[in-house]
């Protein structure tokens, strides 16, 4: 039989769990959690929270940790945030919605510009002074998953370019939703923020989700004989601003 939780485990980590809840059930936030993190050479040290959703709705948090050993969460994408000064009374904060990016954020690939945005990101928030990253697990190549990207990036080697690569598997362009994000976001801050993006769909979607904006940095780098068709389609068919600075997934 399993051991009913330890009353001193339950107590400390009742401190740092959130319920926020949402139209299907509930998002689980934990945190905020020192992690420094080595930025270009440098430690800087960030807070970071994870969330999970559930169907079931409680803020005896006992009922979901205990359940978390037999979850199998690791079979699943957590999605989580990293945050940097004080994000929650600050007037001006920047924030980044980063999808995830496997290749990009993991290996480094140059196929798209993911972790090259990625770490500037980070570094312009802590340049800023208070900011926070997003990073969403389930937007893997703009919400199609990793498997299917590997298998675009097949037709891609084979002519097509971006769109029609995820188009011709039978998705649509961008299935990405960004309303967990902004749920926990409301959470941890109130004020407006200034979205890193060169997306300007992106920045839409965002406000009719619900984001309150104040501003849009771009964010470009790192082109390359590699990414460089990846970004030419994003500017002519995903709609992204030109001259300006961000990446080359399909991702963003
Ligand atoms: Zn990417």
């Known amino acids: 039989m399993k051991q009913a939780l330890d009353s001193k485990v339950l107590s400390v980590l009742e401190d740092k769990i959130q319920l926020i809840k949402t139209e299907g059930g509930a998002i689980y936030l934990v945190g905020p ?6 930025l270009y050479g440098e430690t800087v040290e960030f807070k970071w929270y994870c969330w999970l959703n559930c169907k079931e709705v409680t803020e005896d948090f006992e009922r979901i940790i205990d359940k978390l050993s037999s979850a199998n969460l690791a079979e699943f994408q957590q999605s989580s945030v990293l945050v940097y000064g004080d994000f929650e009374y600050a007037e001006d904060a920047i924030i980044r919605m980063h999808s995830i990016c496997h290749t990009g954020d993991i290996f480094g690939s140059k196929r798209c510009d993911c972790g090259y945005q990625l770490k500037k990101s980070m570094k312009m928030i802590q340049e800023h002074g208070t900011g ?49 994000a902004i749920q926990v976001l409301k959470a941890i801050r109130q004020k407006p923020v200034t979205l890193m993006t060169n997306n300007p769909k992106k920045l839409n979607a965002l406000k009719e989700a619900g ?12 082109v390359s004989e590699f990414n460089e068709k990846y970004l030419q389609t994003k500017i002519k068919k995903s709609g992204h601003l030109e001259e300006e600075d961000e990446g080359t997934c399909p991702n963003d």
């Open 132 to 180: 926070a990253l997003f990073y969403l697990a389930n937007h893997e190549g703009r919400g199609i998953g990793l498997f299917s990207k590997a298998m675009a990036y097949v037709l891609q080697e084979n002519g097509y370019d971006t769109v029609e690569a995820n188009e011709g598997l039978g998705f649509v362009d961008d299935s990405r939703n960004y309303s967990d």
């Open 33 to 38: 959690i020192k992690l420094p993190v080595n």
């Open 211 to 222: 984001l309150e904006v104040s501003g849009r940095q771009p964010l470009w780098g790192d």
